[in-house]
């Protein structure tokens, strides 16, 4: 008898149980949202606009790297590509995408590392 006593008090009670806000189960989800956004999304975005600005203010003499690691001074442009010289009498023509930085900007973060 008092197997079943306990039984009866630990099922299920009346037919109109609370259930909650519905909100309250994409709380989680808007919370990993906002953590992605500010600590992934936002800085990617910001580098990449810092870089469409520094490929847009490249002029003709300025000393860049490219992704592939090689320096250069830049020759001539056009709106895609770009030609430089990486030595002397060698010029090589590369999009302009390719370009990782100014020279100058890689020059102050290797002084800054050591």
Do not use: C, W
Not at 58 to 63: A, E, P, T, V, Y
Not at 72 to 98: C, H, P, Y
Request: no cysteine; net charge positive; hydrophobic share 45%.
């Amino acid at each position: 008898m008092l197997f079943n006593d306990l039984a009866f008090a630990m099922g299920a009670g009346g037919t109109g149980g609370a259930q909650g806000n519905p909100l309250g189960a994409f709380v989680p989800l808007i919370l990993m949202f906002a953590i992605f956004y500010f600590l992934l999304i936002r800085p990617q975005q910001k580098k990449a606009k810092q870089h469409r600005e520094m490929l847009g203010n490249l002029k003709i003499g300025d000393r860049i790297v490219t992704n592939g690691g090689m320096y250069g001074t830049i020759v001539r442009m056009s709106d895609m590509t770009v030609i430089i010289e990486i030595a002397d009498k060698v010029q090589v023509e590369m999009l302009r995408n390719t370009i990782a930085d100014k020279a100058d900007a890689f020059a102050k973060l290797e002084k800054k590392g050591k």
